[in-house]
């Protein structure tokens, strides 16, 4: 299983102060060095944390993958269109969110996704659509043409106790299945770290997690390489087991 590392909370601290320490760019680079095989980025409209030269530089340096997270508005798309990240990550944004709340209704409007999807292969980007673990949607997003599906891990993460967190577990194994029958690549992300990753890492089909959060946290004691190393062993651990 791979590891995409979501550098957006150093640009967090960073906007803290609005200068330019730390700088997510060099986040990216220790990650990729330290075994990362993709740094993503989430270009709010509000721009709170990761800004447009954060996902221009980024696009120069990273030399794995770089997944831009993203709103799918007018303004977003064009940039995305112009900067040609190698996968966008498609998710609902609010902005009174601390962060992405729950997955993409993509059943609601497939026709406007399938749209989507056109326009970003045609410009040689992969599209992910980041969805609840529900087939409704896992179906939605292959009928748009999409080439990957992020699965929302949120609420198992959150869940509070050992029969929520197996419940969700359950939806999310159906929703990967569903996913890489229908020919769909399945990832998963939110809210992952490293006490809940291993039984996410024994769903088969899921071949990538996206981290943020606890490995940002993690890197404050640690620093940025230590914590994606001890991530990387938990995965590798986890996916023996
Ligand atoms: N995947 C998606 C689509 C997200 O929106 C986020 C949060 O930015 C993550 C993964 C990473 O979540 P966390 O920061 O909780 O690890």
């Keep these: 299983m791979r590891l995409a590392v979501n550098i957006d909370h150093i640009a967090t601290v960073r906007e803290a102060r609005g200068g330019i320490e730390p700088d997510p760019v060099h986040a990216a680079v220790i990650a990729e060095l330290a075994g990362a095989e993709g740094i993503v980025c989430h270009l709010r409209e509000d721009r709170r944390h990761v800004n447009d030269r954060d996902v221009r530089v980024l696009r120069e340096v990273v030399s794995t993958k770089l997944d831009l997270e993203m709103a799918a508005t007018g303004e977003i798309i064009a940039f995305a269109l112009d900067v040609l990240p190698d996968l966008v990550t498609i998710v609902p944004e609010k902005r009174e969110e601390l962060t992405t709340e729950g ?3 993509v059943a609601a409007n497939v026709r406007f996704y399938t749209d ?4 970003m292969h045609d ?23 999409a080439n990957i599906i992020e699965l929302h891990t949120g609420t198992y993460a959150n869940s509070r106790s050992r029969a929520e967190a197996e419940a969700e577990l359950t ?3 159906l929703a990967a299945e569903a996913a890489s029958e229908a020919g769909l690549i399945v990832t998963a992300g939110h809210g992952l770290d490293r006490r809940n990753i291993a039984p996410i890492c024994r769903i088969p089909q899921i071949e990538e997690v996206s981290i ?7 890197a404050m004691f640690v620093g940025m390489k230590g914590a994606v190393e001890e991530m990387l062993d938990t995965i590798a651990t986890a996916t023996r087991m």
Excluded: N, T
């Design 212 to 218: 943020g959060h606890a490995l940002i946290s993690r």
């Design 103 to 105: 997955g993409l209704d």
């Design 171 to 173: 939806r999310l194994r």
């Design 116 to 119: 989507l999807v056109s326009a």
């Design 123 to 145: 410009k040689r980007i992969d599209v992910s659509y980041f969805i609840d673990p529900d087939l409704h949607q896992v179906e939605a997003a292959a009928r748009c043409g």
